[in-house]
């Protein structure tokens, strides 16, 4: 199965924590998972930073998630044409590209948000 790691459950997965829950590990663990994050992903870290939100350097998250055998995901014109067409069920354009990016692929993309739910089928809440 291929997984797309939203922002969040990406960083809780380089860093083991805790509120990743079990079923959500093992779906990362499983045999012939394909584990993918977005440069999307890391966009967004590199935004956070520089607002100071967040303490993370971009360019080492990326290395941290290729080390643990996470696969990079470009963003790609085909993703950027599904953004331009998904309803406002949700306004943060970093959640918008990544459920845009599990459309177009197709790829599961997981994630803590609830209100991602709302996009359908290639999005699941862990």
Same mark, same amino acid.
């Given at each position: 199965?291929?997984?797309?790691? %939203?922002t969040?459950?990406? #960083?809780?997965?380089?860093a083991?924590?805790?509120?990743?829950?079990?079923?959500?590990?093992?779906l990362? #663990?499983?045999?012939?998972?394909e584990?993918?994050?977005?440069?999307?992903?890391?966009?967004e870290?590199?935004?956070?930073? &520089?607002?100071?939100?967040l %303490?993370?350097?971009?360019?080492?998250?990326?290395?941290?998630?290729?080390?643990?055998?996470?696969?990079?995901l470009?963003?790609?014109?085909?993703?950027l044409?599904?953004?331009? &067409?998904?309803?406002?069920h949700?306004?943060?354009?970093?959640?918008?590209?990544?459920?845009?990016?599990s459309?177009?692929?197709?790829?599961?993309?997981?994630?803590a948000?609830?209100?991602?739910a709302?996009?359908?089928?290639?999005?699941?809440?862990?």
């Amino acid at each position: 199965m291929r997984y797309l790691l %939203d922002t969040q459950v990406l #960083l809780w997965a380089l860093a083991d924590d805790a509120r990743l829950a079990a079923p959500a590990r093992r779906l990362l #663990l499983a045999p012939g998972a394909e584990v993918r994050y977005s440069l999307g992903s890391i966009w967004e870290i590199a935004i956070k930073r &520089s607002l100071g939100k967040l %303490d993370f350097e971009p360019g080492l998250i990326a290395d941290a998630a290729e080390a643990d055998g996470f696969v990079a995901l470009p963003i790609l014109r085909e993703h950027l044409g599904v953004v331009a &067409s998904l309803t406002w069920h949700h306004r943060d354009p970093f959640d918008r590209l990544l459920v845009a990016q599990s459309v177009a692929e197709p790829i599961l993309l997981l994630t803590a948000d609830a209100a991602l739910a709302r996009y359908g089928p290639t999005v699941r809440v862990v």
